[in-house]
């Protein structure tokens, strides 16, 4: 190439680059996007001392307390995450709305963290649900534009998680509800939980089925190297309590259920090809009961998923792929994960401006009715 021409080609270069970045400048900034967090942990101190007394009292072959609460909640080392977590937990305002200012975070949907009530005697559990959810509605009165929330129940009182259920939603005006998986060893397929699923429906509010340690059932192989917890267990727990309810034909029976799975999809996504494959094979065996959807059918039309704790865009491609843009929201997983970071992450995916808008607020408002801005 000689001289001259390499020159005409650099100065066309410049010229473009030149009048891209005029466009730019003509254009503004990119649009910034409302942004409403779907997966942000709270506590409360009647909450803290109940889950303590509990866990002093369990048996040490159980995953379902000791390790995670007592390491929050009693006395934590100064200055340790633990400690940072106790507090962010039982701030329902300060601290967490100077967070959500700096992140760019608009609202915050809060629920309470694991276990929750679920770990109680029923009328125990009863109480404290009420309590929970009476102090998560006067959070919200008091700052109406940034917060919204899920309520918690009791479904070891199938009674009285109806009855908090409905008081939930037709009196405190709570989006929709938190189950934080199991009670009891059970899962949401037992047929005696169908009450519950019931008065979701009939409601037309989501369950967040939220991961906890796994049952005893299935704990065993997760009691060492710490994989009850959040970087192993929480994800299988809640995946196969999922497939539990598509398999069992829950959503034949509940067709306009809806449930939402952190973290990605809590794996799903990944094995949606290969859960309808051995569906479609066991059930020609006759070894399935056969559904009258497959279970990647049924995922799109029961299921949504967030992003809480999960940074990863091609496991967000892979979730709008199975779930459809309709069906997955931005989380945080507050105060676990960094606010800054999450909004750093969902504000450089590779999104169209309407797969953005979904994302970030549209369906949360959709589902959880959550007032637009």
Same mark, same amino acid.
């Given at each position: 190439?000689?001289?001259? %021409?390499?020159?005409? $080609? *650099?100065? +066309?270069?410049?010229?473009?680059? @030149?009048? &891209?970045? =005029? ?100 009328? %125990?559990?009863?109480? $404290? *649900?009420? +309590?929970?959810?009476?102090?998560? @509605?006067? &959070?919200? =009165? ?31 005006k709570l989006n929709g509800f938190i189950v934080n998986s199991h009670t009891d060893d059970l899962y949401l397929d037992d047929p005696r939980f169908s ?51 598509? $398999? ?44 009258s959807l497959t279970p990647s059918e049924y995922f799109r039309r029961n299921f949504a998923v967030t992003t809480s704790g999960f940074e990863d865009e ?49 369906n949360a408002e959709r589902l959880f009715r959550i007032t637009q801005a």
């Open positions: 190439m000689s001289i001259h %021409r390499r020159t005409l $080609l *650099a100065a +066309a270069s410049a010229g473009v680059a @030149a009048s &891209a970045m =005029a466009s730019r400048a003509i254009a503004g900034p990119p649009p910034r996007f409302r942004k409403i967090a779907t997966e942000e942990a709270f506590a409360t101190t009647e909450l803290q001392t109940a889950w303590l007394d509990v866990a002093k009292n369990s048996h040490a072959a159980s995953l379902d307390v000791p390790t995670g609460i007592l390491s929050i909640f009693n006395d934590p080392a100064p200055g340790s995450n633990q400690d940072r977590f106790r507090r962010q937990l039982l701030d329902v305002e300060t601290e967490r709305l100077q967070e959500m200012d700096a992140a760019g975070v608009d609202v915050q949907l809060l629920s309470v963290t694991i276990p929750g009530v679920q770990m109680f005697a029923p009328d %125990r559990a009863d109480a $404290l *649900a009420i +309590a929970t959810n009476d102090h998560l @509605a006067a &959070a919200i =009165a008091k700052h109406p534009t940034r917060f919204a929330g899920l309520a918690c129940f009791a479904p070891q009182s199938l009674r009285g998680a109806a009855r908090e259920m409905e008081r939930a939603v037709t009196e405190l009450p519950i699923l019931e008065a979701a429906e009939a409601l037309d509010r989501p369950i967040y089925l939220h991961p906890r340690a796994p049952s005893n059932g299935m704990a065993g192989p997760f009691r060492e190297y710490g994989l009850g917890g959040s970087i192993w267990g929480f994800g299988m727990e809640a995946g196969t309590h999922a497939v539990r309810l598509i $398999l069992s034909g829950t959503f034949d029976r509940f067709p306009k259920l809806r449930i939402v799975l952190g973290h990605m999809g809590e794996a799903l996504p990944f094995w949606m090809w290969r859960l309808d494959h051995m569906y479609r094979r066991r059930a020609r065996d006759g070894r399935l009961t056969p559904t091609a496991a967000l491609n892979l979730v709008i792929d199975r779930a459809g843009i309709d069906n997955v929201m931005w989380a945080i997983d507050y105060p676990f994960e960094s606010s800054v970071d999450a909004a750093a992450f969902i504000d450089q995916a590779a999104l169209t401006p309407a797969q953005r808008a979904s994302i970030c607020h549209a």
